[in-house]
């Protein structure tokens, strides 16, 4: 008998031979210790080394885990919205590959979809709180402040952290909200966001924990300079909607 899905936890991943274990063993763990029943999406963007057979080693473990495979790699965007189109949980997740913010968290915030009937939860490094734990490289602190910045004045006022690997939102929203969404790169946080303002999603930003991985796929050199283009890409797509 197949077991009820609650929730739904899309992993996108692009080479992570290296990282993925550690993490798909913290995520495994964290379901089978939650009373709500989980499912685990593992989408392999087209990895060139042994992602999609470490991911599929872990059936073994989680009966519930799935791993879907892009033929060439399409970028983030592209490989958690194929993520989240095939979620079947009332609630949808994506946390990132490297496990800079751990599954605890998903516990932490549920309150705000199931009980404060937001649509979204952004998870937040800006946002603060006494128990928050923030490891991360000053360098990335300072492009990401700038690029919050200019979030903030060319699109939406309303989120400081919007590029934080792990955002809940209700399944319902998915498919009229990311259906709408053109990019597939890093900068499709964004798009997601204002598109949501646009359309009246109620949206609630938050604290989370979350600590520096060695091994980031961000080319510090271009992808920023891609994504301060996306900003007046997405305002240009969706100003009128």
Avoid at 64 to 76: A, F, S
Avoid at 120 to 125: A, M
Wanted: hydrophobic share 40%; glycine share 6%; with cysteine.
């Amino acid at each position: 008998m197949n077991r009820k899905i609650d929730i739904s936890i899309v992993i996108p991943a692009y080479n992570e031979k290296k990282r993925l274990p550690r993490f798909l063993s913290q995520v495994i763990s964290y379901c089978k210790k939650q009373t709500e029943g989980y499912e685990i999406i593992v989408v392999d963007d087209g990895s060139k080394d042994e992602t999609f057979k470490i991911a599929n080693s872990y059936k073994e473990q989680f009966a519930d885990l799935y791993v879907v495979r892009n033929k060439k790699n399409r970028g983030k965007g592209y490989a958690v919205k194929r993520g989240l189109f095939r979620a079947k949980g009332e609630i949808c997740l994506f946390l990132d590959a490297d496990g800079s913010v751990g599954p605890e968290e998903i516990h932490k915030n549920l309150h705000y979809i199931l009980d404060e009937k937001y649509d979204i939860f952004v998870g937040s490094r800006v946002v603060k709180n006494k128990a928050q734990i923030r490891k991360t490289r000053w360098h990335r602190k300072l492009i990401g402040a700038v690029f919050n910045f200019c979030v903030q004045t060319f699109l939406f006022k309303d989120i400081k952290d919007t590029q934080c690997g792990f955002k809940i939102f209700r399944k319902v929203i998915v498919k009229p909200l990311f259906s709408r969404s053109h990019l597939r790169g890093f900068g499709f946080d964004i798009e997601i966001l204002y598109l949501a303002h646009k359309m009246g999603y109620k949206v609630k930003e938050g604290p989370v924990s979350w600590r520096h991985v060695t091994g980031s796929k961000v080319n510090l050199l271009i992808d920023p300079v891609k994504m301060f283009i996306n900003i007046f890409q997405v305002r240009n797509w969706h100003y009128r909607l």
